[in-house]
């Protein structure tokens, strides 16, 4: 019997910086073009961020079953759970591949962790960096290895970047300074 | 002057006991988390103490311990059907689903690790293939026992890993929930190797047919945990 490796998609980023939102917003565009999509929410103190994704891509939208929605509680170390020792994060995302042969990606949220949060290529196959325009345009310039290294680094809330003082010309400029012809983009 | 060489397998041990090695035992706290939380707060250090006390003597020692035990004397004869039965037991035992699923989680991971490095291990691959086959849960003792077996560990230092660490992932929960600072937990630590030491010399040879746990007060506790709405550990 053949095992199809469901690829895995980490996503990364300070508290508050949009995660759950970035998801919320790619389900179901992805559903939208016939992919399924998993679920798995890392947080740091409850398990508000998992429920809330699944009421709104499950129990309202019907975008996918509530079983896809799995929150996972991390001791308190946010970055340890998906790089250190992934391993209760590995053992979650393989019981949904299991139950699941079907899907077509794994997300896997971290909990809300500062710059150097990377993902540990046994649990991700490729991971997204989201930083918000509310932490200064002083990011992405201070670099940090989630920053740098990510595959795709995502720059939001630049509708507020006027109120907050942030230039975004200048975070345009030291993204492309830090990360080379590695992609970000700026969203909203 | 004759030097000892450190084997193998001693550093096999320190390996294995490492917070480091991804056992994900750190996501745990065996339902302190609910305690903390609740109006029973533990207020001092040496309260935490005779908490995980009562863990080791009443729970841990005479179950986990007395499973770890008898899966090295299977292990020991190649018995992967008896092997199958310790964790099916110990399984069992455990009565509290978020308990239940950590510990399997931890254990097929740490077998899994193990399996990594350690390829050749006749007793390691059927025992992981009896995971896979849902004939065996992966529960952390048993899953120990054959990680430790497979690199020389034997069963009495593996025991003690499994205690100790036990002992340190409480402490850890502990200090990241703020109740207590970090000198204390390790005062702590140190204040708790007689237990430690007698919980595996009783329990390690203890028949399958004997194992026993009795802690209700503890099991109330981690029901508790598992009705959290909000929550920092899986356990």
Redo the contacts between chains.
Sequence with gaps: MSSKRIPRLGIGGPVGSGKTMLIEQVVPRLSSRGYKAGIVSNDVVSREDAERMRRNLATERGLMSEDLVVGLATGGCPHTAVREDPSMNISVVEDMESKNRDLDLILIESGGDNITTTFSPALADYFIYIIDVSGGDKYPRKRGLGIESCDLLVINKIDIAPYVGADLSVMERDAKAIRGSKPYVFVN | MSIHKPSIEEISMLQLSDS?F???M????SGLEALYYSNRKITDTDGLRDLIKVYLEHQIGPADCSALGNSYEHIQRKDLQKLVEVDNTIFSMKLIEEVRNAST??G???LR?VGSFRTDNSILNGYQEAVRDKRASGVYPVALAVSGNALGIPKYKAALMMLYGFSVSMVG?AL?LGVLQHFDGQRIIHELKPTISESVEKNIDRALTSMWQFAPDIDLLQIAHERM??????T
């Design positions: 480091f991804p056992s994900g750190y996501t745990t706290s989680r931890s097929t991971q740490v690790c929960a990241r709405s909000s929550k920092m550990f899986i």
